[in-house]
């Protein structure tokens, strides 16, 4: 996957490398061989429901019914652009699953997210970067987000409330169970069977290798805590 990864490495000043089409032609295939996709995508009618029910449009340039038609006239090169730009505008909410045609754009886009991190595409590496820190919060504690983390300079894309909840820590701490609140290390009390199971379910999904292609220090830190606390349950990692 090294070599992979390397294909899409780019001084492009807008960010979005320019590949060879037949690696954009594999990256739609890979898409299309997902057995999610038959259900995911039936053809648009270009009505325009799911563009009106999505709140991503209301404050992006963001379109679902721009991915469906991509991918349903099969246009490789647009859908790889959109793996580079658009798919990460999504707020995966899946009001576009109101379609009177049966389509599915929020999960075409997951299917799209998940070619794009295991293809380690940029614009995957840039758009979890700030999730980093939670990853390794759930697989540490088994809990996901404290206040603490929430900083404007890791979330910039969760808008002013994360600088509000970041200036006023001390009056969130009164107003709201300790246990919840302290700092990235700690939280409510997960079960250790819980968090065994949950490794077990990231290893066998291929989550953690995904993980690697986005991040690989966070990666060998998760492998590391996962290999200690599975083989002390007689699991082999």
Not at 98 to 116: D, F, S, W, Y
Not at 145 to 153: A, E, I, Y
Not at 196 to 218: A, F
């Amino acid at each position: 996957m090294a070599e992979t990864s390397a294909l899409y490495k780019s001084d492009d000043v807008a960010g979005y490398p320019e590949v060879a089409h037949d690696v954009k032609a594999r990256l739609f295939d890979e898409v299309k061989a997902d057995l999610r996709f038959p259900d995911y995508l039936y053809g648009c009618y270009e009505c325009g429901i799911c563009v009106a029910a999505c709140p991503s449009a209301r404050f992006y340039d963001f379109s679902p019914r721009r991915i469906a038609q991509a991918i349903a006239r099969e246009d490789v090169a647009l859908v790889y652009q959109q793996m580079e730009e658009d798919i990460w505008e999504c707020s995966q909410c899946f009001s576009c699953v109101r379609c009177p045609r049966g389509n599915n754009p929020g999960g075409l886009i997951t299917i799209m997210r998940e070619v794009a991190i295991n293809n380690g595409l940029a614009s995957a590496r840039e758009a979890l970067e700030g999730y980093s820190r939670i990853i390794y919060k759930i697989m540490s504690t088994g809990t996901q987000v404290s206040p603490d983390m929430l900083q404007p300079d890791a979330f910039p894309d969760w808008g002013p409330e994360v600088k509000d909840v970041s200036d006023n820590l001390a009056l969130w701490r009164r107003a709201l169970p300790p246990e919840t609140l302290h700092t990235t290390s700690t939280g409510w009390d997960v079960a250790e069977r819980t968090l065994i199971e949950l490794y077990v379910i990231w290893l066998e999904s291929g989550v953690l290798e995904m993980i690697r292609e986005v991040d690989e220090g966070l990666h060998a830190i998760l492998e590391e805590i996962m290999q200690d606390r599975l083989e002390e349950e007689g699991i082999e990692p």
